[in-house]
């Protein structure tokens, strides 16, 4: 688009929209304050003196590569002579670029992945012709519909609802050619803890291949992203196990394109009022249908042999296929048994089924498999209800119990046998909703509270081992602030097993958090906090954080806590809040007297300090922690603020200073074998050579500090010494070079959720194709 018309040396806020426009404005501001002075226009180094920066932050704000911060802009426009009038312009004017910026860095929709997030398909499977046949209507206007698609399975639990959507699903699977979602919502969990809707939007979002670093924190946000995402694509969407409309509604896809089933034990009328969904019951069993169920596990003959029996059975069980199932598992692991002994069996153990409550419905049919399980298989069992946790493997089943792990493999395979337990997989145990409750409700009747105790103290212990062997792998530098485990350790696992360990249990780690006892939360907290961090998972660790707090029973552990919930809040750019714990926590370490956790805080304070542009105070709180460190001997304290004072002296542009604490970083890092801060101390004394033109020695320091995050597969210093790496060949004029630097910087950055990073390398990228295309014309 052309430029319009110019006005001569008028500046005018109003037509400010993008970076490019603020930049121009401020130009002819500059002229303008200058008139009468002899100059072109006002220097930046008098501007930045006048506002407070330094000047080559100014250079970035006046030049439009960074949008200054709200008030920062305030200070320049009335440092230039503006009037209150055209200051209000200017406020206005900096909320439209602003939104220009935030509107330029959403994720792109191209080029994401395909999430097939079904659970396997049932088998067997039997019946339910009616069902499949009303799914297949709703589904019919699907292609060019008006409206979205959506089908509510509803029915009594136990009844069959997720096998039937998931039957139905994966015959269907052609007409979803963009993919298929899946969560499980909890609505009836025994715990009593439905999943959020935030919570399952945010599990769409990484299905989808949103990176974490891009995800809004505003729920409404999230919605609107997710729905833009799968907008024109022919997806289905299954919402199993839903709790109510409040639940569902922010989940269900704006266009027409999609498919949704949501299962219930609600009705769900207000989704079928608002969105018109197909309400689909889903009832018992025919005697027919049973008797085919029977005849796929048990085979046609032995049916057809016993036919009074068989009737029994259907008739007892009231054509309630999981308990159907129940009878059938067990009939099929004794052959020789007659079918007629089971139906006598079930009809002296088994009530009348009651079909309104979450777990009574199927509890006569447990206790009656439940009477049948060996010792060992039923005391996993019990422990398994009063743990609540989803899944878990062998080895933290063995811990739950205090069995060896052959003996809890075998109690499992019972289990699973006897459909009490659903073995994945990948070789995990998952209980259904309903069994659990049972189960709680058995280990809470039968078992002393000391064992229940006893036994959820185990499972934490060794949750605790596991996550401390992994955080050795991922976060070897900060081992020695990481609480002591004791009891054998875990195998170490190398960094990506242990990211696989910790991603896989993370939902095990959250539910245990305030479960054992209260110093096993705050090791808990303390262990994972880098994990959450380093993963984005703020969610779970606010989660986990605010437990350790709400039961810490001692000032250690609330000044961790208080710590860690800061830490979180910084890096989700709450710096308000994150302030707030900091000072909190520094407060309790110098109550209780220990300094490192007081100084741990007070550097934290510094960082935030140094974030928001208050230099002075940071100065102040390093220098607080660097006579700490020096007098306590803590070295890790020490190589560390030295390094955060190099950082704010390169920010303030203290060259030299900034080198000196470099330098000393660099020796405490070298000493200790602390490759994690060497390697950032590297990567920093590239950058800083490379503000002062210095490109061989810049390029020495990116080289050495690539070769160590390489050598330990750390990613996030990886990323800073790519982008590092692309600023210096830039510098060159290696635009090739270092464009495919920057490139390789920002998918490093999008999959680990370095945002920092990652505008710096969307920055690069551009200054790149910007100069190449220059070149070409």
């Given at each position: 688009m052309a430029d319009a018309p110019r006005r001569e040396g008028r500046v005018s806020p109003t037509e400010v929209h993008t970076p490019a426009d603020l930049a121009r404005e401020l130009e002819l501001l500059r002229g303008r304050a200058a008139r009468g002075s002899g100059k072109a226009k006002v220097s930046l180094a008098d501007l930045a003196a006048r506002v407070g920066v330094p000047r080559s932050t100014m250079h970035t704000y006046i030049t439009g590569t960074t949008l200054a911060p709200a008030d920062v802009l305030d200070r320049i426009v009335i440092a230039l002579g503006a009037s209150p009038a055209e200051q209000a312009l200017w406020g206005e004017a900096w909320f439209r670029v602003a939104e220009h910026v935030h509107q330029s860095r959403k994720p792109a929709p191209t080029d994401r992945p395909v999430p097939r997030q079904l659970p396997a398909a049932p088998r067997p499977f039997t019946g339910r012709e009616r069902e499949l046949a009303a799914l297949d209507e709703a589904h019919r206007a699907a292609p060019g519909a008006d409206a979205l698609v959506v089908a509510a399975l509803g029915g009594a639990g136990g009844i069959g609802k997720t096998w039937l959507a998931l039957h139905w699903a994966h015959r269907n699977l052609h007409r979803f050619p963009d993919g298929q979602l899946y969560v499980n919502l909890h609505g009836f969990d025994p715990s009593g803890t439905p999943v959020p809707p935030g919570v399952a939007v945010r599990g769409f979002l990484d299905a989808l291949g949103v990176p974490a670093a891009v995800i809004p924190a505003d729920l409404d946000a999230q919605v609107g992203l997710y729905r833009s995402l799968v907008a024109g694509r022919r997806m289905l969407v299954l919402l199993d196990n839903a709790r109510d409309f409040a639940q569902v509604e922010p989940l269900l896809p704006g266009s027409a394109t999609g498919t949704v089933l949501v299962t219930s034990r609600q009705k769900l009328p207000g989704l079928v009022s608002t969105y018109g969904a197909r309400p689909v019951n889903v009832d018992v069993l025919t005697g027919q249908q049973a008797r085919e169920l029977l005849a796929r596990h048990l085979g046609a003959d032995r049916v057809a042999a016993e036919p009074a029996a068989v009737e029994a059975i259907i008739g007892t069980c009231a054509g309630l296929p999981l308990a159907l199932g129940i009878v059938a598992a067990r009939a099929a692991t004794e052959p020789d048994l007659p079918l007629a002994v089971f139906a006598r069996e079930l009809a002296r153990s088994l009530d009348a089924l009651d079909l309104d409550g979450p777990a009574t419905g199927l509890r006569a049919t447990f206790s009656w498999s439940y009477r049948e399980l060996p010792a060992e298989a039923a005391r996993a069992l019990r422990l398994l209800g009063a743990c609540h946790c989803p899944e878990l493997d062998v080895a933290a089943v063995a811990a739950l119990t205090g069995a060896e792990p052959g003996e809890a493999a075998r109690a499992m395979a019972v289990l699973s046998r006897m459909h009490f337990a659903h073995r994945t997989p990948d070789d995990r145990f998952h209980i259904h909703d309903l069994v659990r409750a049972y189960a709680a409700d058995l280990a809470a009747s039968t078992e002393p509270p000391r064992v229940l105790a006893a036994a959820l103290e185990r499972l934490v212990e060794h949750f605790l081992r596991r996550a401390s062997a992994a955080m050795d792998a991922i976060?070897?530098?900060?081992?020695?602030?990481?609480?002591?485990?004791?009891?054998?350790?875990?195998?170490?696992?190398?960094?990506?097993?242990?990211?696989?360990?910790?991603?896989?249990?993370?939902?095990?780690?959250?539910?245990?958090?305030?479960?054992?006892?209260?110093?096993?939360?705050?090791?808990?907290?303390?262990?994972?906090?880098?994990?959450?961090?380093?993963?984005?998972?703020?969610t779970d660790a606010i989660s986990v954080h605010s437990k350790a707090l709400a039961v810490a029973t001692d000032l250690a552990q609330r000044s961790n806590a208080l710590r860690h919930l800061g830490a979180v809040h910084r890096w989700l750019g709450d710096y308000g809040r994150a302030l707030e714990y900091n000072e909190q926590a520094a407060e309790l370490g110098r109550e209780l007297g220990d300094s490192r956790l007081e100084h741990a805080a007070v550097n934290n304070i510094g960082i935030i300090h140094e974030r928001t542009g208050r230099h002075e105070q940071a100065l102040d709180h390093y220098q607080q922690v660097l006579k700490y460190a020096d007098d306590a001997e803590d070295h890790f304290a020490q190589g560390t603020v030295l390094?955060?004072?190099?950082?704010?002296?390169?920010?303030?542009?203290?060259?030299?200073?900034?080198?000196?604490?470099?330098?000393?970083?660099?020796?405490?890092?070298?000493?200790?074998?602390?490759?994690?801060?060497?390697?950032?101390?590297?990567?920093?004394?590239?950058?800083?050579?490379?503000?002062?033109g210095q490109t061989?020695?810049?390029?020495?320091?990116?080289?050495?500090?690539?070769?160590?995050?390489?050598?330990?597969?750390?990613?996030?210093?990886?990323?800073?010494?790519?982008?590092?790496?692309?600023?210096?060949?830039?510098?060159?004029?290696?635009?090739?070079?270092?464009?495919?630097?920057?490139?390789?910087?920002?998918?490093l950055a999008e999959n680990i959720g370095r945002s920092g990073e990652r505008t710096r390398a969307e920055q690069g990228v551009r200054r790149c194709e910007q100069a190449l295309g220059a070149e070409t014309r």
């Open positions: 976060a070897p530098y900060e081992r020695l602030h990481r609480p002591e485990v004791p009891g054998p350790a875990a195998p170490p696992p190398d960094y990506d097993q242990a990211l696989a360990w910790l991603d896989a249990e993370r939902h095990n780690l959250v539910a245990l958090a305030g479960r054992g006892r209260p110093e096993q939360t705050g090791r808990l907290s303390t262990t994972l906090h880098r994990y959450f961090v380093v993963g984005a998972h703020f390094h955060n004072m190099g950082s704010l002296y390169r920010r303030m542009e203290l060259h030299e200073e900034a080198l000196a604490h470099f330098r000393a970083a660099l020796a405490v890092a070298r000493e200790y074998d602390d490759h994690n801060l060497e390697g950032f101390t590297l990567a920093d004394l590239g950058r800083l050579h490379l503000q002062l061989a020695e810049a390029l020495d320091y990116l080289d050495q500090a690539l070769a160590l995050a390489k050598k330990h597969n750390d990613r996030s210093l990886q990323t800073e010494v790519l982008n590092g790496l692309g600023e210096l060949h830039h510098a060159q004029g290696e635009l090739s070079s270092a464009l495919a630097y920057h490139r390789e910087a920002l998918v």
